[in-house]
């Protein structure tokens, strides 16, 4: 709720001094049980910030971050370096909350211990987050996971290492790995981006299959619309469109692919389309300007009114809300969208684009 994210860095060219970058700026976002939310937007929008935010790895400069309703940094103390709650009645602790939040990383070649087997690195967090459970437990937990989505037989799998694993069953790995905490939701950092086209489809099958059978819910983020449509429309979800560190449009698949009404949904959706949907000869974005602003001085108002064809005056000046403007639960940060007079009546921007015309 309301949550911002502002990192320090040091300033590039020998300057002396030190910036801030502003990676999230006050996004506010539910996630519900069995749900999937898409992040969608360039790379630097924030969208990685806000989903490891979101899953408590990131803590955010302002705003709340609540796992059913409990704030997860409420009692944060700096000494453990992490949550430390008490697991008193009524509240999650600690190892309720990280078994309950779930990431799988963009390259799983990396995310997994190359010095051990599959089965060391899965028995990991079970040793660590359910100490109780036997050894023989473990292990039938492991292989009917590896079972499950078509690594048999299990006892030869469990013995690789993870250069002995195609990128798509090291990705396997990476999923059985946040699925054996029976986690409520699992954050996909561009989980399938590193995968070949052909083996996507096959991996998104996999996931919303394992969401229907776990009830889990998932956060993806990624910078392709095709997949964020594919995974989100299977799973009744939504997309989110992140632009400059702040959340400007929500909705259905439906809503957000085929009816955008945030000018840059619109920008998102040129891009990936095919030139016969982009219309004859046209070669540019609808933008004014092909310049993307620094997250450390992002502009006034309306972030995008440097490039939005569509500013005026007041969105310069102005930052509209998110909101529901037709009634349709879709929620668009946009004065376009709604009855806004004071928009209607501003002058449009005077600035000449500076996108090469065709
Ligand atoms: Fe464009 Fe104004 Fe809408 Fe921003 S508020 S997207 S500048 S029309």
Known sequence: ENVSVEFTK??????????????????????????????????????????????????????TVSYRGQDIWET?????????????????????????????????GSALNSNYVVESILSDPLKRWNPDMSE???????????????MAPAEDYAERYPHQLSGGEQQRIALIRALLMNPDLILGDEAISALDVSLRVEMMDLLLELQDQFNTSYLFISHNLANAKYLTQRA??????????????????????????????????????????????????????LDIPEATDPP????????????????????????????????????????QHEYWQSTPLEEESTVPQQ
Not at 11 to 18: C, I, W
Not at 236 to 259: A, F, K, S
């Open 10 to 63: 040091e300033r590039l060219m020998g300057l002396a001094g030190s910036e801030t970058v502003h990676a999230v700026s006050d996004v506010s976002l539910d996630i519900y049980e069995n749900d999937v939310v898409a992040l969608v937007g360039e790379s630097g929008c924030g969208k990685t910030t806000l989903g490891k935010t979101a899953i408590g790895v990131q803590r955010p400069t302002r705003g």
């Open 76 to 108: 944060k103390e700096e000494s453990s370096g992490w949550f430390n709650r008490g697991g008193s009645d009524g509240e999650y602790s600690e190892t309720d909350i990280r078994k309950a939040l779930q990431i799988i990383h963009q390259d799983p």
């Open 136 to 150: 023989a437990d473990r292990r039938e937990r492991i292989y009917g996971f590896l079972e499950y989505v078509g």
């Open 236 to 289: 009744g979800g939504r997309i989110g469109i992140m632009y400059l560190g702040e959340l400007v449009e929500i909705g259905t698949p439906e809503q957000i692919i085929h009816n955008p009404q945030h000018p840059y949904t619109k920008v998102l959706l040129w891009a990936t389309s095919d030139v016969h949907n982009r219309g004859e000869g046209v070669t540019t974005p609808p933008v004014r300007s």
């Open 300 to 339: 006034s108002g309306c972030r995008f009114h440097t490039r939005c064809p569509e500013a005026r005056e007041t969105c310069r000046n102005t930052k509209p809300a998110l909101k529901d403007h037709d009634g349709d639960s879709r929620r668009t940060a946009c004065f376009r969208g709604e009855d």
